[in-house]
Structures are given as C-alpha cells and as structure tokens.
C-alpha cells in the first residue's frame, strides 16, 4: 500500500437539510480551494525528476506551468547557472491530445503520477540523448543539435522504455513482450516471444509494482549483449475486473488480484542474447522463495537478485551466473516478524571492492559493507544514526552517500568514508532535504523541504558551494500555516505529532478537533514540510484545531516500534492515536476534546472508520476515505507481511476487520470510495456498507464515479474541502458558534 497521505482525496458529503443548518464556506475560503486545486497544492511549477548528467555540465528537469499539469523538459547549464526550455508535449504532438492506454494508466497510478507530459525521460550513458515517451510512442532528443527523432517501433501497447548501457539501442515491452529498436538502422527485433495477458516477459506484477517499488521487469546487461527479463504466469490468480458504473457501454478492466492466502503469480527470471535465443532460467528455490523482490545488473557488479519468502521473514541475496543460470547464496537476512525491502541495495561499489547493504538485524536500520562473497567488512552508519536511505557512492573519493535523522520528522544528507572516517552533515537546516549526484560526482543536486518553505531545488559543486537555483514558476500560497510539531507521552510511548491552529486562533477558546490520520506502515504524516500542512490550515480556519500522530508501525522510529503493529490492525494504531490525542490533550487546554472527529484515505480511512467503530467514546465524527474494510480483500504482499497467513493467523484477520464492529457504529460516518479504484478496490465500500444498512446503522456514503485511488480533478479537490469543512461542522462544532468558541 504505497500510500496517498494526508486528506488530499477527501470529498465530503451533506444531505440537503445538514447544509442548510451549517455555514457555507466563504468567497475568499472557496477562492483559495480553486487555487490550491488548479495549482496541485502549489506543487505545479516547481522542478521534478532533477537529473545530473553524467560530465556533470549540466542538470535535465521536468517542470509544468503553474496551472497546467503537463510536464516540460528543460536543461540547467552549470557553467552559466542559465535555464533553457529544451521540448514540449506540444511541440511532439503537433496540437494533437495526449492519450495513455489503460496500461500505461495503470502503470502510473502505482507510481502516484497523476500529471500529462513527459512522466519522465532516461539519460544515455554518456549524456548526449534522452529518451523521451509521449502517447504511447518512443522519442529520443539529441542534446546537441536540439533534434527529435520518433522512433518506429511496432503498434500496440509499450510501456518501459530503457536505452541499453553503450546508447546504441533501446529497450521497451511491446504488448507482452520484451523488444529492442535499433537506433541506427531503426529495426526492431523480438527478444522475447508468445507473452500473453496471462504469461506476460518483461513486466513487473501488480504487487512488485505496489509494494515491492519494482516498477520494470527486465535488465539490460552491462556490455549491452543480454537481458533479464521476468516471466510472469498469472495462472490461477484471481481476476478482478474494475468498470464504472456510469458508462456500461464501455468494457470493464481486468486484473490478476491476489488475496491473503490465495495463489500469487509465478515469477521467474531469464536470461537472453538481445539477438535473440532460448532464455537461460535463474535457479533458485521459487517455491520457499516467490517474491522476486529486487534485480542489479551494472558495471559494478554482478547479476544479482533479492528474493523473499512468502511470509517475508527471510530474504536472500544471490549472485547469478548469467551463462547457466546457477546461483550462489551471498547473505540472508531474517525477521520474527517481517524483513524491510531497501530497493537501492545490494550497492556494487565494484566486483573486487564488494557492496553495501541495509540490515536491521542489529535493532535498526545501519549501512554495511560487505566483501565479494557477503561477508561482512565495516559497518559503515551503525544503527543509532537514524539510516533512511543509501544515496550514492563515491569511487574516487571513497565516501559514501546516504540519508538519516535523529529525528523522524526530518531527513538530512551525510557522507563518510567507506573505510573510516566521521558522517559529514551536508544539510542542517530544519525540514526534509534529498540529494542527486553527477555520475563522476562533480556536482549534485538537493531539494530542501522546510516547515515555512516549499520545496526548492539548488545546484552545488562537490565541496558544497552552491552554483544556482533551478527555477520554479510556481505560485506561492497565501499563508504560512502555523503548524507546530510536538512530542508527547514519555518512554517507549513518546509520539510525534503536529498542531495546526487557526491564524485566528484565540488562546481563550477550546476547539474541536479533526484528528488527519494515516496511522499505518510505511508512512508518515509529522514532518517539517510545509506542503503536507497547507490544507490542514484551511480546515483549521474553518473553526478546528487539526492535529496528526505518527505512532507505532511508522517508519524511522527503530525495528520494534515499527513491526509493535505486526498481527494488531484493530488495535495497536488506534490504541495510539488515542494515547497520542490524550497527551495533546492533557498538554494544550485549547484542544476540546469532547468534539474529535476523525478523517484520513487509504490505511487513514480504514482507521478513520475503525476509530468511530470500536472508540466512539473518543472520535465523534469520521471521514473515511478508500478504506480497506476487509484485509482479506487486500493483495497478498501487503497484507500478509503485516498480519500472517489467514489459515495461521485468523484472529489477526477478524481483529482487523471493520465488518467485525460494523453491527456497533453509533456516531456519523461519511465514506468516500471512487469506483475505478484497483488499488483498494470499490468492494470494501459495498461490504462496509452493506453490513452497516443490514445492521440498521445511519452512514452516508458518496461514490466517486470514474475515479481510481487517486482525485486529482480541480473540481472534485475544490467542491471536497468545503463540504468536509461542513461535515466537520456539523458533528463538531459547539452549537451556534462556528469557530467552536464555549
């Protein structure tokens, strides 16, 4: 379940009577949704997917205008910090309407792209051409002459696009099958054949792509001669067809759904001359190990694979030998509970000087250098600095790139030495700071995220010094909002959490309170970034104080606060945001807290329901949006990581099902669900409320015709906050005042 945060796809509901008993939003409150709607939060405009190129001379980035959600490609020259306008979706399609296949649709609704134009675009290795995809079709951009060249691949469906290491060729799966287009002779040739919906090459499946963040299904090899491609036998998977009930003229869409317990696909690896040939199969036990979790094919190092078990209490590193196809055990990493994915490891520094890799054996996440067969050299960031994340490496300098914090609601840059050396701070200012480097590491790129500040994107050469900023077009937001990040409780049960008051906050007061939830793995919703915060001062200023706890089974926090939620859905996230709301209450006098409501989307609407349903005594109210309702109608490599295997663990499965409370809801419920959702499919919604009607329990439910798990329609994210605002106002407020004044 990567996730949608926060409240971004929240549409609230009213019958007629409930609007007329509660004030409707004003013009200058509805004018600021519009434009937090047609400006995506403000976030439209600024630069996205900043990408070093490899001399380090200059920076590629994608960046729309600030109201027009299409992509442009631009070019940073580092040596005049000048910015330059380098192709438009406009000028490929020639005035023509961009259009994506349901596939492609699909594949970016698991990367979280809601946005047109150039999704994104790939670097040759030496820096001259890019590798653009536009409405189903191949473009490659020379750098140096400014000239576009389509490139004549066969019709049907293509999807993943990657220029081969010596730039002479591209790669993409072309309905079901892995392809190669000659660049110089512009012929195309098959490297795969016979892949079916059913048995597809080349193509990650639906929870590599969701869960795993394994987005591709094949591997160029180094010298541009081979590539490993998966093969994906849906045999026996469940299909699940999603249509919308708007438009029954049109098909339905289908898709291969595993469900706790039930059959996955089946996963193996190949190996094939580009030319053509019978694959050579990898040999590893698939049956204790299903998941094909990561592949690594570079310059640096071998053919290397991470593979799982089905529980994901072990994971295994292996070596493969590309000319039979045997493997070699390098390291196994094993949990009580579950094994974290780290996609950007095994890291080949080379073949001679071994790889880094991410282990949480210790207690926490620490970096370790490994030698050529997995034994271990150095641990280089031990377990108590707080690892997020590898960065880079750095050959020549023999430094280490990566990310880490103390503090959970922030993430800052170090380097140290491979062999010795004290971490070097790159960032300190307060907020969440990321960092690209150059291939030969002469410049690098950072975007910085602060609590008062939107994200903006600087240049700066090896030894810090800054070169420029990437340019924004964006608009601004009008306000600042006054969110204040707190910890509360002690000890083990120490949370962070934010405050958003209203701007025209009056310490006099008390306010009733809207509890903005995630609650679940994976995720965070305290953190020094501003972006994440501006909504919740509109709800604010509509009367509320809205606050957010980030509690066990978030991220960053140490091995045994994030899996205290393994088997206890229905219990542990809710048990601390009502520990977390206590404390803020006990702390801060203004918060009212016989008037809470609570709302979130995704595993935050599923915990937005639960509150009211089993804690009706503490949330007064709830938006739930998207939520899963049943963990047995989830896919499998979420759910069961989290809560077993339902044949083993069935109390896990009936605790954490919202239809085991549903016969007992007595306080308002909203659910919001778009009927196109393939993610956490409209089916929950109907068995919530299907059983809550049985049960003869009020709720009211709005169906979003048409939408998937994402809302990005300006219409829909405009008209959703003023209604939620009245929902809220409705159940919270204190009678006769809406700013919630005794």
């Known amino acids: 379940m990567r996730t949608l945060l926060l409240l971004s796809g929240l549409v609230g509901v009213l019958t007629a009577a409930a609007a007329n008993r509660t004030p409707a939003v004003s013009p200058a409150e509805a004018r600021y949704l519009r434009d937090h709607a047609e400006t995506r939060g403000f976030m439209l405009g600024r630069p996205v997917h900043e990408t070093p190129t490899p001399d380090g001379r200059a920076v590629l980035f994608l960046r729309a205008q600030a109201r027009v959600p299409k992509l442009e490609l631009y070019e940073f020259e580092v040596a005049t ?398 306000f600042i909002p006054t969110t204040e990040l707190v910890t509360v409780g002690s000890g083990s049960l120490a949370f962070h959490a934010s405050l958003t008051r209203p701007r025209e906050f009056t310490a006099r007061r008390r306010y009733p309170v809207i509890v903005d939830v995630y609650g679940g793995p994976g995720a965070k919703t305290v953190t020094a970034a501003m972006n994440g915060c501006l909504m919740k001062q509109w709800l604010a200023d509509q009367g509320f104080i809205v606050i957010s706890i980030d509690g066990r089974g978030t991220p960053d926090r140490g091995r045994d606060w994030e899996r205290a939620i393994s088997g206890h859905f229905g219990s542990v996230p809710l048990e601390d945001q009502v520990a977390g709301l206590q404390a803020l209450g006990r702390r801060f006098r203004e918060l009212d807290l016989d008037h809470v409501g609570i709302t979130g989307w995704s595993f935050g609407g599923y915990l937005s329901a639960l509150a009211v349903l089993r804690r009706p005594d503490v949330f007064k109210a709830a938006v739930a949006g998207a939520p899963v309702v049943d963990w047995l109608d989830y896919d499998t490599h979420y759910t069961e990581r989290y809560l077993g295997l339902p044949d083993t663990q069935p109390e896990a499965y009936r605790e954490g099902s919202l239809l085991t409370y549903a016969a007992g809801l007595r306080r308002p419920l909203l659910v919001i669900h778009g009927t196109a959702d393939d993610n956490v499919f409209f089916r929950h919604t109907l068995r919530l409320t299907d059983a809550l009607f049985r049960a003869g329990r009020e709720f009211e439910l709005l169906p979003l015709s048409g939408s998937t798990h994402m809302t990005p329609d300006p219409v829909v994210i405009e008209r959703k906050w003023s209604r939620l605002a009245r929902f809220f106002q409705q159940h919270l407020a204190h009678p006769g005042s809406r700013s919630g004044a005794p």
């Open 81 to 478: 910090a000048q910015t330059r306008l380098l192709l438009t979706p406009e000028q490929v399609l020639r005035g023509a309407e961009e259009r994506l296949s349901p596939e492609e649709q699909a594949r970016r609704e698991r990367m979280r792209v809601s946005v047109g134009g150039f999704a994104n675009f790939q670097l040759a290795r030496d820096g001259s051409r890019i590798l653009l995809s536009l409405s189903g079709r191949l473009y490659v951009f020379e750098r140096a002459s400014g000239t576009l060249q389509p490139l004549p691949t066969g019709t049907g469906t293509l999807l993943d696009p990657k220029f081969s290491p010596d730039g002479k060729s591209v790669a993409y799966v072309l309905d079901q099958d892995v392809r190669v287009l000659d660049l110089a002779t512009g012929k195309e040739r098959p490297v795969t054949t016979g892949g079916t919906e059913r048995v597809s090459h080349g193509l990650a499946e639906f929870v590599a792509q969701e869960e795993m963040g394994r987005f591709s299904g094949y591997w160029w090899s180094p010298d541009s001669r081979f590539l490993a491609y998966q093969e994906t036998d849906a045999t026996g998977v469940e299909v699940w067809h999603v249509s919308d009930p708007a438009r029954p003229e049109l098909p339905a869409q289908t898709a291969f759904y595993p469900r706790p317990g039930k059959p996955n696909v089946n996963v193996r690896l190949g190996v094939v001359p580009v030319i053509g040939g019978d694959p050579v199969w990898v040999d590893w036990d698939r049956e204790r190990y299903p998941y094909l979790a990561s592949v690594h094919w570079d310059e640096e190092g071998p053919l290397t694979l991470a593979v799982q078990t089905r529980d994901q209490k072990e994971l295994r590193v292996l070596e493969v030998n590309p000319s039979n196809g045997r493997t070699t055990s390098l390291l196994t990493e094993r949990d009580a509970a579950w094994v974290n994915l780290h996609p950007e490891v095994p890291r080949w520094l080379t073949a001679d000087l071994g790889f880094l890799w991410i282990s949480e054996q210790a207690g926490g996440p620490r970096l370790e250098w490994r030698d050529r067969v997995g034994t271990l050299r150095r641990v280089v960031v031990p377990p108590g600095e707080g690892l997020q994340e590898l960065l880079d490496f750095d050959p020549e300098a023999g430094q280490v790139f990566y990310q880490a914090s103390l503090d959970p609601t922030e993430s800052h840059v170090f380097r140290v030495g491979l062999e010795s050396g004290v971490p070097e701070a790159l960032t300190r200012e307060r907020g969440l700071h990321s960092l690209r480097l150059a291939k030969n590491h002469s410049v690098y790129v950072r975007q910085t995220s602060g609590l008062r500040s939107l994200p903006r994107t600087t240049v700066h050469r090896a030894d810090g010094s800054r070169i420029g900023e990437l340019p924004s077009v964006a608009e601004e937001p009008p």
